[in-house]
């Protein structure tokens, strides 16, 4: 029995660290919409998912981002996103896809990354509210109401 509820919980939990870490990511790409040859990133959040579900510890390898086939690294200008404590298993940062080309080489869409950050964080109050009524629900199961 307790091993269920723990189940549950566990794997909102998860869901939650992912969301944060994306929430981050969207982040540092809309911090950098305007940054010269800036490329795009986000993870995959239902491989991350998966991954973090079937491992017991969640950390994320952050690699530099790479400009083409030519440049090993980002420009000295661009806002680098720091490497977190969060481990998302074998899932690394994926690029995003660029749907308008851009003449400066920036891939960040504005909209896209707009409406990616509203659903993310509606997915991760989601995510608040379900762990927030589980403990509610277990609480009271305890107190016998």
Do not use: C, W
């Not at 998302?88 to 308008?100: A, C, E, H, M, R």
Request: hydrophobic share 40%.
């Amino acid at each position: 029995m307790f091993a269920n509820i723990n189940n549950a919980l566990d794997f909102q939990s998860k869901a939650l660290v992912l969301r944060a870490e994306r929430q981050r990511i969207i982040a540092s790409n809309i911090a950098n919409a305007d940054t010269p040859g800036y490329v795009g990133r986000d993870i995959n959040f239902k491989a991350a998912m998966e991954a973090a579900v079937s491992t017991s510890s969640l950390s994320i390898p952050v690699s530099k981002p790479t400009l083409g086939n030519t440049e090993s690294a980002t420009h000295a200008r661009h806002i680098a996103l720091q490497p977190s404590t969060t481990d998302l298993g074998s899932t690394k940062l994926d690029y995003t896809v660029q749907s308008q080309p851009a003449m400066d080489g920036n891939s960040v869409d504005m909209d896209r990354e707009r409406a990616s950050f509203v659903d993310n964080s509606v997915r991760y109050e989601a995510a608040l509210r379900f762990i927030n009524g589980q403990s509610k629900t277990i609480l009271s199961a305890i107190q016998g109401q």
